[in-house]
């Protein structure tokens, strides 16, 4: 994965796994986990703290040539996390029967 232009590995997933984010769940720990979140929240706001929205970055994916401005990153991430908090409150919703308002 890339962040401003440096190469960074991935936190969870391996050559031989690529899905052990999701399948290797073991060895979860919670409390560890989130600290890895903020850490990486922290280093992906470093790697653009200087840059603008419509710079140009390389982007991870199938096509090693790719890349994406800032501003595209950020309303995909905005994205993700609307995405996965709806799943999450799904799953709530199924464990105490409220519906969110």
């Given at each position: 994965?890339?962040?401003?232009?440096?190469?960074?590995?991935?936190?969870?997933?391996?050559?031989?796994?690529?899905?052990?984010?999701?399948?290797?769940?073991?060895?979860a720990?919670?409390?560890?986990?989130?600290?890895?979140?903020?850490?990486?929240?922290?280093?992906?706001?470093?790697?653009?703290?200087?840059?603008?929205?419509?710079?140009?970055?390389?982007?991870?994916?199938?096509?090693?040539?790719?890349?994406r401005?800032?501003?595209?990153?950020?309303?995909?991430?905005?994205?993700?996390?609307?995405?996965?908090?709806?799943?999450?409150?799904?799953?709530?919703?199924?464990?105490?029967?409220?519906?969110?308002?």
């Amino acid at each position: 994965m890339h962040a401003g232009n440096e190469q960074i590995g991935f936190e969870y997933c391996t050559d031989d796994n690529e899905c052990a984010d999701f399948d290797d769940l073991d060895e979860a720990d919670a409390p560890a986990d989130l600290e890895t979140f903020r850490r990486e929240v922290e280093a992906a706001s470093a790697a653009v703290r200087d840059k603008e929205l419509e710079d140009v970055v390389a982007s991870r994916g199938h096509d090693p040539e790719r890349t994406r401005n800032i501003r595209w990153i950020y309303l995909h991430m905005i994205e993700e996390y609307a995405r996965h908090n709806g799943y999450a409150d799904l799953i709530r919703e199924c464990i105490d029967g409220e519906v969110g308002s």
